[in-house]
């Protein structure tokens, strides 16, 4: 059972080049989460969806866009990397009900030089 | 706007000592989580918190909630060096199925 998987595991851009990070679940979760971490800031949502063919701004949407085509997948696009954007993202699902955590993937550690 | 704080931010503590982390919220919610954190890995759930006066204790670790004080405590009960992470408390609003965070704890334990 693989849970919650990234992809990539690594990535460098440069400033002004687009890329998407693939998030798959394979425990037929209706919720998943992108989330960033950065330090000292401990992790911020950046969009979730609530199933598929919806999503939601959470509390740092701008300069990102997500889509859940399919259930088990959430893409995290970026159509013009800034440095800013250098952070390490973590995908996450969750059942939906109420008294279940989050999963987690095992993060990008992306860099924009 | 929804604050998830967390203290103390660093916590550096001898084995075999006690401790208490703090996890302050800002919102309603009878939905609180506790999270390990290894550098450079993932996060691995450690309890979930889901009513007024909830505990759980796993090993040397318990956490609870009070929801009316909006403030969950994880404690530490004779450390040991493993337990040397990042911890995290995350809040679900009663909104339902979103997870805020802290800022997380970063805790080393020193022989």
């Known amino acids: 059972n693989a849970g919650v998987t990234q992809t990539p595991k690594f990535r460098v851009l440069k400033t002004g080049q687009s890329m998407t990070l693939l998030c798959a679940q394979d425990?037929?979760?209706?919720?998943m989460y992108w989330y960033r971490q950065d330090p000292g800031m401990g992790l911020r949502l950046i969009h979730y969806?609530?199933?598929?063919?919806?999503?939601a701004k959470g509390e740092v949407p701008d300069g990102y866009n997500v889509s859940r085509l399919k259930k088990q997948n959430f893409l995290l696009g970026l159509e013009s990397a800034a440095p800013s954007q250098t952070s390490v993202y973590f995908c996450?699902?969750?059942?939906?009900?109420?008294?279940?955590?989050?999963?987690f993937g095992q993060g990008t550690r992306l860099t924009v030089v | 706007e929804l604050k998830v704080e967390q203290n103390p931010l660093f916590l550096s503590m001898q084995e075999g000592k006690n401790y208490t982390i703090y996890c302050n919220y800002s919102?309603?919610?009878?939905?609180l989580y506790w999270y390990r954190q290894d550098p450079g890995k993932s996060l691995e759930s450690l309890f979930v918190?889901?009513?007024?006066?909830a505990v759980k204790q796993e090993g040397r670790l318990m956490a609870s909630l009070d929801t009316k004080a909006r403030l969950s405590t994880l404690h530490i009960t004779a450390a040991v060096h493993d337990l040397s992470a990042t911890y995290f408390c995350?809040?679900?609003?009663?909104?339902?199925?979103?997870?805020?965070f802290g800022t997380g704890t970063s805790l080393t334990v020193i022989p």
């Open positions: 919102t309603t919610s009878d939905r």
């Open positions: 918190l889901l009513s007024n006066g």
């Open positions: 425990m037929n979760h209706e919720y």
């Open positions: 969806s609530v199933g598929e063919g919806t999503t």
């Open positions: 996450a699902s969750s059942s939906g009900t109420t008294n279940t955590e989050a999963f």
């Open positions: 995350a809040v679900d609003p009663n909104t339902g199925n979103q997870f805020y």
